[in-house]
């Protein structure tokens, strides 16, 4: 579950010489300009504006910005000018990107790995195997005779791509006994269209 939503902090902070309209005293009224971001699992992402409210010191009295009269509009709209977004408001801009980007690095090492295996299979190298849509299994290779490699084939299939590690766990009488055979090309040609998931090679 994904957790987000909004949140404000305190950017700037500034007293206000007017008189309260609650209960009339002068220079009480504390100014406080908030900035608005959107957060995901609490860590800042990006900032949504601005916004103020105002306290008096003497009273308690609590005004937010819609309920400010054109005075207080007035030196909101300066003290807002004068107010800077903070940088970390960005800060998971910065980690997303980052994960982002480690993401796609991995997958593409992962990728030139799996060619080169291709390109060398061994014996008990296992090849998760997609099928069809929403159906995968295992080939494990048995030997490998010039270009011809010789595997044998899971008895079992998940409709789930997590479900594969359940596969693995299963016993080596899982596999069948009779071996197909395909050659490197073959292989080369199922990697690039998506066919060969992964290979795991102890």
């Given at each position: 579950m994904i957790i987000f939503g909004s949140s404000a902090t305190i950017i700037s902070t500034e007293s206000i010489l007017d008189k309260c309209t609650n209960c009339g005293t002068h220079n009480s009224i504390q100014m406080n300009?908030?900035?608005?971001?959107?957060?995901?699992?609490?860590?800042p992402v990006f900032p949504i504006g601005k916004t103020s409210v105002t306290e008096c010191l003497n009273c308690k009295q609590v005004l937010q910005k819609k309920e400010f009269d054109w005075q207080l509009n007035e030196k909101y709209i300066?003290?807002?000018?004068?107010?800077r977004t903070p940088i970390?408001?960005?800060?998971?801009?910065?980690?997303?990107?980052?994960?982002?980007?480690?993401?796609?690095?991995?997958?593409?090492?992962?990728?030139a790995e799996n060619a080169q295996l291709i390109l060398t299979p061994q014996?008990?190298?296992?090849?998760e195997i997609k099928i069809a849509q929403k159906q995968f299994t295992l080939f494990k290779v048995e030997h490998v005779v010039g270009d011809t490699v010789y595997f044998l084939v899971h008895q079992y299939e998940t409709d789930?791509?997590?479900?594969?590690?359940?596969?693995?766990?299963?016993?080596?009488?899982?596999?069948?006994?009779?071996?197909?055979?395909?050659?490197?090309?073959?292989?080369?040609?199922?990697?690039?269209?998506g066919e060969i998931i992964d290979i795991d090679r102890d």
């Open positions: 300009i908030l900035q608005k971001y959107a957060h995901v699992f609490w860590i300066t003290l807002k000018s004068n107010s970390w408001t960005f800060s998971g801009l910065v980690v997303f990107s980052a994960l982002i980007f480690w993401f796609l690095f991995s997958l593409n090492q992962n990728k014996k008990g190298d296992i090849y789930r791509f997590r479900g594969i590690s359940e596969l693995k766990i299963k016993e080596n009488d899982a596999y069948g006994e009779d071996l197909l055979l395909l050659i490197k090309n073959d292989l080369i040609i199922m990697l690039e269209k």
